[in-house]
Nanobody, 129 residues
């Protein structure tokens, strides 16, 4: 699966953005999809994950209630709707696909970036105060 993330930009505190991750190639609908982010000077961290059919999701605590992950298998796209954005949400956001893994959601493994097979190039989100 090849991934292309988009939708990042500059937004004020309290604003919203929707990130998209378009996939090409085989196996998208059979892949669990995740969003991670990396802030300057920090390691990449888990944000959200969604099951293959989109029926199960999990979120990192800092984004629960503000972010929503969804997918459209007909369009080979996964989304991250981000509301009530905060300065600490500033980061490069990456989408990843996990096709070969067999973990359930939620699980600790779903939150490890090493468990994902393919990555998009990242899209920058900057939240200004």
């Amino acid at each position: 699966v090849q991934l292309q993330a988009s939708g990042g930009g500059l937004v004020q505190v309290g604003g919203s953005l929707r990130l998209s991750c378009a996939a090409s190639g085989r196996h998208f609908s059979n892949s669990r999809m995740g969003w991670f982010r990396q802030a300057p000077g920090k390691e990449r961290e888990f944000v959200a994950v969604i099951s293959r059919l989109g029926s199960v999701t999990d979120y990192a605590n800092p984004v629960k209630g503000r972010f929503t992950i969804s997918r459209d298998n007909g369009q080979n796209t996964v989304y991250l709707q981000m509301n009530s954005l905060r300065p600490e949400d500033t980061a490069v956001y990456y989408c990843g696909s996990a096709y070969y893994q067999r973990w359930n959601i939620p699980s600790d493994r779903a939150k490890e970036d090493a468990e994902y097979d393919s990555w998009g190039q990242g899209t920058l989100v900057t939240v200004s105060s």
